[in-house]
Nanobody
Framework: VQLQASGGGSVQAGGSLRLSCAASGRTFSSGAMAWIRQGPGKEREFVAAIAWYGGSVYYADSVKGRFTISRDRASSTGYLQMSILKPEDTAVYYC???????????????????WGQGTQVTVSS
């Protein structure tokens, strides 16, 4: 599976951005897609995930109520709608995915086998 993330950019605090993650290659009818971010000088952290078939969603507490993850199964594309952005949301955002059923936690970074290249999101105050 190849993942291509796009949609990053610079925005002022309170603004919105939508990230996209296009999957190609071995596409998946089950599994999951997630967004993970890494801020300057910080470790990578889980942001959100979606079960690809059933659509269950999972969010980090820091983004609940502001970010929405979704997916379009027909086009094998995932999305992260980010609203009410804060300077602390500044990071490189990666999409990640796994195929098939798994007992691995949706929240764990090692629960994903495929990673995209990342897209920069910068939020200014």
């Amino acid at each position: 599976v190849q993942l291509q993330a796009s949609g990053g950019g610079s925005v002022q605090a309170g603004g919105s951005l939508r990230l996209s993650c296009a999957a190609s290659g071995r596409t998946f009818s089950s599994g999951a897609m997630a967004w993970i971010r890494q801020g300057p000088g910080k470790e990578r952290e889980f942001v959100a995930a979606i079960a690809w078939y059933g659509g269950s969603v999972y969010y980090a507490d820091s983004v609940k109520g502001r970010f929405t993850i979704s997916r379009d199964r027909a086009s094998s594309t995932g999305y992260l709608q980010m609203s009410i952005l804060k300077p602390e949301d500044t990071a490189v955002y990666y999409c990640a995915a796994r195929t098939g059923q798994s007992r691995r936690s949706f929240f764990a970074l090692d629960g994903y086998d495929y990673w995209g290249q990342g897209t920069q999101v910068t939020v200014s105050s």
